[in-house]
């Protein structure tokens, strides 16, 4: 038997774009005892499974750092709210730090550009003396080189050291080649000057692409902070305090980190519920939209679980705590979002393939550039011209938005999703439902409610059924039926509490097994069962008894008949009834293209009745719990991408056949364990929201892939002057720095206009 394998989060630090993500994974997976390394630049997050007994956390810290970056260590006990206020506080040191970066930056360039263009005009030259000015714009450009741009070399030497490249080599190896020149032009212009060269410097060049990578970085921090809003929101909904119940009655306000296990906490009205737990006193309505996505109030009462961060609308309730920190429910959708904007969609494969060899290839594209235009251009203007393309090749070709294409799509999806009550549990599960063609529905609990509702209820005219004007009839049901813990019987107390009425009382009950239940009441023998109990108690059916009853079966409908004082006086069909909802969004899955298919294990009139119901035209019956997954592959070898919906444990092998499973969250925990997506909501519009959000996602990827890779196609063979001999146009290392900043910025712009995602009516 194979050690069961770890997962570990990590941290890291130091990552400038997609080729050291791609470094930092390779790092990790040729650690020994690594089953898996993905790692995510978009998040700053590598996830690491691996085997126990041959590595651990700090084995995979010091192949990070052995890799020239670093990690940022995790206290183990804090919870969601305080490990995300610290990485805030982290993020916003270096925000202000990079912003610091860049108006040194940004100042000197500012001023180093008009004193370079001074060259320019003949006659400012012949009143100042080159020379001095050439040393004045040195050691303007030294501040920006050796505190702003310090972080490229450093990264750029840390590559070199451990034999990686990454963008920062590019910057570094393009800035540094424009700065070097234009030191020796400036130190020693009699060796340029004795070749028939020009001693020309380009220490605005060097500056300004420095000043316009930084404001790309800047922009690039700040819109992938927007990234995260989602988790940031979910955090932020969690309570403060919590008012406890003391033992001696006292009601103390404690900080929610010191609330415990069993204890009793007080909710008023307008309060945050401070964690989970079961209500024993009391009762109110609940918005419980954080969770599921559902505008409208929840009912609870004693016994009913209340969820952290859910908001208590009207009235007061106590409490019994159940789950606190990394056990409740808000942390662990937080953890599922986490875990979800940190993995890789297959989509994303092509990019990593191109990012782990662009930096070498860009790096041999500028060396070949450099030569060619050496060899090739005017001997008084072929260095300048050479050093010009290759540092326009290297500063164009930033590999960052190849990098941001995928993961930041997936971060402000998975977030969206949140909030609309989908959770996803990978990237892989969001890029599968977005192929989907087919929904496979299970029946009971999916597309019904899962439970026995009273759906008629019908007495003889006349004496015999009077007790129904009255308005006593569905009472004296009741009080037999509170007193059963059978499911049907539960149905009839829930309809006959919702129609009103007095509760009457009922004695010397007995259930009769397989059959119903007797007891007295207000002095009347009342019988409520199947046909087969009246039959024992000699009791016989009148003709529109029966013709009600065979109506109701007809319809699929479970019938119990009424006897009071030995006579059958009246029935109640009960049935599995279908959410008000399930027909709207199944004609919504296919208004998207998308056959539904139902699967029950009822008889083919009762799965008819049902699929005619929410206009389902193909579906499978009399199914057994065990020949589910069985379906799903019979649907899937029609060449089929099916999504199954379900809700039971029964549902698991089935959830997990499929191409993407959805499971309802009000189901088990085995069936949302088994599923790629969970619905909070048991709601079968949380399945058109999860596949819109995919395609929708898809979409927005595919267009970041196009453009990253049109940008490079297009902006490295211009650079290195394609379009020079036809039209005599050069790109100058300034505007190629700022396409650069650009198209980082740009993906990540169009990433978040998901922001905006909304499911069509």
Known sequence: MEPATKTETLDIEGMTCASCAAF??????????????????ATEKATVDYLPTQASPATLKEAVINAGYGVTERAPDTSAAERGAEIDRQKALAYQKLKRRFGVAVGLAVIIMPLSM?????????????????????????PVLLYSGREFYVSAWNGFKHRAANMDTLIAVGTGAAFLYSLAATVVPGFF???????????DTTATIIALILLGKVLELRAKTQTSAAIKSLIGLQAKTARVARPDGAEVDVPIEQVQLGDIVVVRPGEKVATDGLITEGHSSLDEAMLTGESLPVEKNAGDPVFGATLNKTGSFRFRVTKVGADTM???????VEDAQGSRAPIQRLA????????????????LTFVIWFDLAPLGT????????FVAVLIIACPCALGLATPTAIMVSTGKGAEHGVLIRNAEALEKAYKVDTVLLDKTGTITKGEPAVTDFWTLPGPAGAAREAGQLLQMVAAVERQSEHPLAEAVVRHADAQGGPRLTATSFRAIEGKGAAASVDGQA?????????????????PPLIAQAEQLLSRAKTVLYVAVAGQAVGLLGVADTVRDTSAAAIKKLQGLGIEVVMMTGDNPETAAQVAGQVGITRYFAEVLPQDKAGKVKALQAEGRIVAMVGDGINDAPALAQADIGLAIGSGTDVAMEAAGITL??????????????????????KQNLFFAFIYNTLGIPIAAGLLYPFFGLLLSPMLAAGAMALSSVSVLTNSLRLRGFSVKS
């Open 352 to 367: 990593d393939k191109v990012s782990a060899i662009f930096v070498p290839t860009v790096v041999v594209i500028a060396i």
């Open 118 to 142: 001074l060259m320019l005009w003949p006659a400012m030259m012949q009143r100042i003396n080159m020379q001095w000015l050439n040393y004045a714009l040195l050691l303007l450009t030294l």
């Open 193 to 203: 000057t004795s070749r028939g060269l020009v001693p020309e410097v380009y220490y």
């Open 330 to 336: 808000l942390s662990q959708i937080v953890k599922l």
């Open 382 to 389: 072929r260095l300048p011209l050479a050093l010009v393309n």
């Open 24 to 41: 930092v994974e390779k790092s990790l997976s040729r650690t020994p005892g690594v089953q898996r390394a993905m790692v995510n630049y």
């Open 680 to 701: 909070m909501r048991s709601d079968l519009n949380g399945v058109v929201t999860a596949i819109e959000l995919s395609r929708q996602t898809i979409r927005t990827i």
């Open 526 to 542: 009342v019988l409520i069962g199947n046909r087969r109990l009246l039959a024992d108690e000699n009791i016989t059916l009148s």
